[in-house]
Nanobody, 125 residues
Framework: QVQLVESGGGLVQAGGSLRLSCAAS????????MGWFRQAPGKEREFVAA????????YYADSVKGRFTISRVNAKNTVYLQMNSLKPEDTAVYYC??????????????????WGQGAQVFVSS
């Protein structure tokens, strides 16, 4: 298992930007594929983005493609989610997750075994 802690959430106006960070500890971070999910009030958790262990492959939900960028720095045990052109519908709790399997790219929660506590992002109109 790997322990994950998100940071960087907050309140931003529509059109603004935020960068979320997820710091990992425990087992070797570079052996995990990483993902970001989000859950808005009254809605199910949904996939946002994923990145391979090396950072060479990235995947995005259609709703954030072109606006969000996932990246990682293995030397710092950290994965990032840069969010630009934010919209009120991006308001949610954002979760960082780690996967040691091969199907992380599917964007399914079941493929991720470790989760952070979440970071709140609120986008005002």
């Amino acid at each position: 298992q790997v322990q994950l802690v998100e940071s960087g959430g907050g309140l931003v106006q529509a059109g603004g930007s935020l960068r979320l960070s997820c710091a990992a500890s425990g087992r070797t971070f570079s052996s995990y594929h990483m993902g970001w999910f989000r859950q808005a009030p009254g809605k199910e958790r949904e996939f946002v983005a994923a990145i391979s262990w090396s950072g060479s492959r990235t995947y995005y939900a259609d709703s954030v493609k072109g606006r969000f960028t996932i990246s990682r720095v293995n030397a710092k045990n950290t994965v990032y989610l840069q969010m630009n052109s934010l919209k009120p519908e991006d308001t949610a709790v954002y979760y960082c997750a780690a996967s040691d399997g091969s199907y992380y790219f599917r964007g399914l929660s079941v493929d991720f075994g470790s989760w952070g506590q979440g970071a709140q992002v609120f986008v005002s109109s």
